[in-house]
């Protein structure tokens, strides 16, 4: 089977197909066909060497994380899923190998993929609606309290973004560009544009600050929390966690930051987003696998609004 890894840390460059075995089942495991994965910033930051520390000097290493795809081949021991059955799920973030043309999995990891949901939006939904779920949950917010997403044209941002509106949340959400013209359409309270407005300038106060630009720290955007408020990010680095603890241990405006792990529980949840609730997951640009280099190259840019899907014939 063809697979897609690295042998050292490096750029899109570095990244090759492979032949490789079809991997072996082991009781408790599926084999699934992959038919589609999306890209994560996750991706590109450990073929970077960003997160050396937490993914290690074993090579070759694969990539991608989020991932649908039909099953192969099931495990002795399980009895929830068949063979043909549709699947989605998500991979270890910090080991994920989900662009290949089969992988082995955790039957415990997947879902089944909603019916009526295409397998790129089934992928390209995993970690963006996952850690919009893992978002709303921190920050705790109820009908009526004021929410900041900084960063609301990504596809964290959107799906935050539509599960605020869907709950009365007032939420101000800061964009730019064409990012900024889409999301209009859920009818936040208040939108800006980040090129234009500095929020630090703004006299407003919010319950939650949701921060996923990277440009935002927390030092500057507590001066924009309540007196019991929450400031979350999806950008963790060793500083900003140490940082996170100590505050949490004094302050009543918190400081946290996830990182998703999807359960089938979450995955069950959105495939009621988006079955049931309506939610929308963009896709930016559809790519095939032949030209997974051209599509983590567009992805890298950082221009576009919705996922970067490749499907995988």
Known sequence: MKKVIYQHYGSVSDLEIVEVAIPEVQPDELLIKVKAVSINPIDWKRLEGQLKMMTGSNFPKGIAIDFAGVIEKIGTDVSNFQEAD?????????????????????????????????????????????????????????????????????????????????????????????????????????????KKHNILDQKAIYNAVVELSGNLPFSKGKALLARQAVFASTLPNPIDMLKAFLNNLFSKKKFHIIRANPTPQHLNQVSEWLTQKGLEVPIAKQFFFADFKEAYQFARKGQTTGKVVISIT
């Open 86 to 194: 549709a699947v989605f799920g998500a991979l270890d973030a910090m080991k994920g190998e989900a662009l290949a043309e089969y992988i082995v999995v955790k039957a415990q990891t997947v879902c089944k993929k909603p019916v009526g949901v295409s397998f790129e939006t089934a992928a390209a939904s995993v970690t963006a609606v996952v850690t919009a779920l893992y978002l709303m949950n921190k920050c705790r917010v109820q009908c009526g309290d004021h929410l900041l997403i900084n960063g609301a044209a990504g596809s964290v941002g959107m799906a935050v973004l539509q599960m605020a509106v869907s709950k009365g949340l007032k939420v101000t959400a800061i964009a730019s560009g064409d990012g900024l013209a889409f999301i209009q359409r859920w009818k936040p309270e208040v939108l800006l544009d980040y």
